[in-house]
């Protein structure tokens, strides 16, 4: 609240996101790594083939891609100490994996060092799929197998809200979406659910760093227990 009170700008945003890196042997140490808003995603006119345009703009989504920068900032900060550039007392985030192979290094985050999540709503998609007026209390689902409920989900081209995947929908390619087919964006639920099997480091970084793992995710209202349950790790 106090951010917005005072400016109309960032008073238009719905959905607030940011991550958190904790130290487990410095609590002093930690610190906000990113601060993000929105609820909007490109339509396909308006897609880049150069990467010059943000496909996905949803805070968490934004949050997370400032994750990924700033572990990729880290992995550089190794390769200069190791390689001489920087002292060796530098601090950094990022150390090999030892033993782990004679042919390939790989690095991963130092054990110590915890990311963590905050939205201020439940993430879109199903998530988000449950009544208001259901008890706030409940913790098991009553009805799992509501056909609306476990069901991949995209965004809205330009929007805001998600709508069910069809089955027989096919690969969406460049060509179709010129062609005025809907741009397909997974749902942030489907993607914190994709992140907590593969990590939140993204395919580039995968190729040098373990997987990375969000250690919380907070929610700070409008959320049901029992459908957030689904994307726990």
């Given at each position: 609240?106090?951010?917005?009170?005072?400016?109309?700008t960032?008073?238009?945003?719905?959905?607030?996101a940011?991550?958190?890196?904790?130290?487990?042997?410095?609590?002093d140490a930690?610190?906000?790594?990113?601060?993000?808003?929105?609820?909007?995603c490109?339509?396909?006119?308006?897609?880049?083939?150069?990467?010059?345009?943000?496909?996905?703009c949803?805070?968490e989504?934004?949050?997370?891609?400032s994750?990924?920068?700033?572990?990729l900032?880290q992995?550089?900060l190794y390769?200069?100490?190791?390689?001489?550039?920087?002292?060796?007392?530098t601090?950094?985030m990022?150390?090999q994996?030892?033993?782990?192979?004679?042919?390939?290094?790989?690095l991963?985050?130092?054990?110590?060092y915890?990311?963590?999540?905050y939205?201020n709503?439940?993430?879109?998609?199903?998530?988000?799929i449950?009544?208001?007026h259901?008890?706030?209390?409940?913790?098991a689902?009553?009805?799992?197998?509501?056909?609306?409920?476990?069901?991949?989900?995209?965004?809205?081209?330009?929007g805001e809200?998600?709508?069910?995947?069809?089955?027989?929908e096919?690969?969406?390619?460049?060509?179709?979406?010129?062609?005025?087919?809907r741009?397909?964006?997974?749902?942030?639920?489907d993607?914190?659910?994709?992140?907590?099997?593969?990590?939140?480091?993204g395919a580039?970084?995968?190729?040098?760093?373990?997987?990375?793992?969000?250690?919380?995710?907070?929610?700070?209202?409008?959320?049901?227990?029992?459908?957030?349950?689904?994307y726990?790790?």
């Amino acid at each position: 609240m106090t951010l917005t009170n005072n400016n109309s700008t960032i008073a238009k945003g719905k959905v607030l996101a940011g991550i958190v890196v904790t130290d487990d042997e410095d609590s002093d140490a930690t610190f906000i790594l990113s601060v993000s808003t929105g609820t909007k995603c490109v339509s396909g006119e308006r897609l880049s083939i150069t990467g010059q345009c943000l496909n996905d703009c949803h805070a968490e989504i934004v949050s997370r891609r400032s994750l990924v920068h700033f572990l990729l900032a880290q992995v550089e900060l190794y390769r200069a100490i190791i390689s001489g550039e920087l002292p060796p007392d530098t601090p950094c985030m990022i150390e090999q994996v030892p033993n782990y192979s004679e042919f390939r290094q790989l690095l991963k985050v130092k054990d110590r060092y915890k990311f963590h999540l905050y939205i201020n709503t439940a993430p879109c998609g199903d998530a988000r799929i449950f009544s208001p007026h259901e008890e706030k209390a409940q913790v098991a689902d009553p009805h799992p197998n509501r056909p609306s409920r476990g069901l991949l989900r995209t965004k809205i081209e330009a929007g805001e809200g998600t709508i069910p995947i069809k089955v027989i929908e096919s690969v969406q390619t460049w060509d179709g979406v010129m062609r005025g087919e809907r741009l397909r964006t997974m749902s942030c639920s489907d993607k914190l659910a994709r992140w907590n099997v593969l990590g939140v480091q993204g395919a580039m970084l995968s190729h040098y760093l373990m997987p990375v793992y969000l250690e919380s995710i907070v929610l700070g209202s409008l959320f049901n227990a029992s459908h957030m349950y689904r994307y726990q790790p």
